[in-house]
């Protein structure tokens, strides 16, 4: 009798025991955040509490055992995996850790400072910070101390070790692209060339930064698609950031107008109309006869708003109101389109406008 409720004592006993510590460092946390509401810390670390009831478990189980006397054959492989168990569940409890350190520190600082640029860029290289920890050092670290625990994989293991050199070598020489990546990813995270959150226009796409990872970029769209492409493509070729420098921006809209056109008047509209667009921020405008040609001229709007998405939208309202008002009160201003009236006895072609053909049918 005394063989099995042993075991099932030591077992039971020390999940229990450790399931109770969980619930008491939660209980802890819990009453620190109520203690301390200025920060977050406290909250954010109660998602360790999962990790950390596995850590401690196996760690208990893996120094109770013994006291279980089952005397198996399988000992010193249940035991082995109980150690390794419980330096997954480490690596777990460090990286669910460093998640919650490092989004209190976002939030901190997004509640100290005006500057929504510092912000992104702070978020964007605590990002990378985390994912080059969690993939770099935990992972790793992880993998080789379960190596060397297995007694028969442990000469494997030094032998790993020993050649690490010869192997990163090789593994340069294979994955040039992959580490010309992460590279190129740590220059974009610590080099402030471009943020989370950022308005780019890449290979004629005009979108926002929506994720940095230690390899790809991702971008989404005005239309909702995502573009993925490289971290190293934003080292080696040229792109537009619209939130370089802040996020304001001017627009610009062409209009093609007949030399007949009121350009004072054209420009006065303008101004009136910028006042009652709550998308115009007020910095500037303008409106400026570009260029000229034999059949018409073409006039330049500027109009300067608080971001890219008001400023789109202040393009096409501005272009719209332009073409309207001109419509209704200088009709003659719209660009005409010449014909070429061809008699077909003759061949004979010449040009007339629209309306007036020469032959009697326009009048």
């Known amino acids: ?177 992959t580490l010309s990546n992460l590279i190129a990813g740590l220059q974009i995270a610590f080099g402030d060339s471009v943020k989370i959150g950022d308005t780019v226009v890449v290979e004629g796409e005009w979108g926002i930064v929506e994720e940095i990872t230690l390899a790809f970029l991702t971008v989404r769209i005005w239309d909702d698609r995502r573009l993925t492409m490289p971290v190293s493509y934003f080292n080696n070729k040229p792109y537009e950031n619209w939130s370089r420098g802040g996020p304001q921006i001017t627009g610009t809209v062409y209009l093609y107008l007949d030399h007949s056109t009121p350009v004072p008047l054209l420009r006065e509209h303008l101004q009136e109309y910028l006042r009652t667009r709550p998308d115009w921020d007020g910095r500037d405008w303008g ?17 300067s708003a608080a971001n890219a998405d008001d400023v789109w939208n202040l393009r096409c309202a501005v272009r719209e109101e332009m073409l309207d008002w001109l419509g209704r009160n200088y009709p003659h201003a719209l660009p005409k389109i010449s014909t070429a009236i061809t008699d077909s006895s003759t061949d004979d072609r010449h040009l007339a406008p629209v309306g007036d053909r020469g032959d009697g049918y326009g009048d």
């Open 1 to 177: 009798m005394e063989e099995v409720l042993r075991p099932l004592v030591v077992v039971f006993g020390t999940v229990a025991i450790t399931v109770t510590a969980g619930l008491l460092i939660d209980r802890l946390l819990r009453y620190i955040a109520g203690k301390r509401p200025d920060t977050q810390l406290p909250t954010l670390l109660r998602r360790v509490q999962l990790p950390v009831q596995v850590l401690l478990g196996a760690l208990a189980l893996h120094a109770t055992y013994p006291l279980a006397h089952l005397d198996l054959r399988q000992d010193t492989m249940i035991r082995t995996i109980l150690a390794s168990a419980a330096i997954m569940a480490a690596a777990w409890v460090v990286i669910r850790a460093a998640d919650a350190v490092a989004e209190n520190m976002l939030r901190s600082y997004a509640r100290r400072t005006q500057d929504i640029t510092r912000v992104r860029q702070l978020r964007t290289q605590l990002g990378l910070v985390r994912r080059i920890v969690t993939s770099v050092l935990v992972v790793t670290t992880a993998a080789v101390a379960i190596l060397l625990l297995v007694p028969s994989l442990r000469t494997l293991g030094t032998s790993l070790l020993a050649s690490a050199g010869v192997i990163g070598i090789i593994a340069g020489v294979a994955a040039q692209s």
């Open 287 to 303: 409106l400026q006869v570009t260029d000229s040609t034999p059949t018409n001229i073409v006039v330049r709007a500027t109009m």
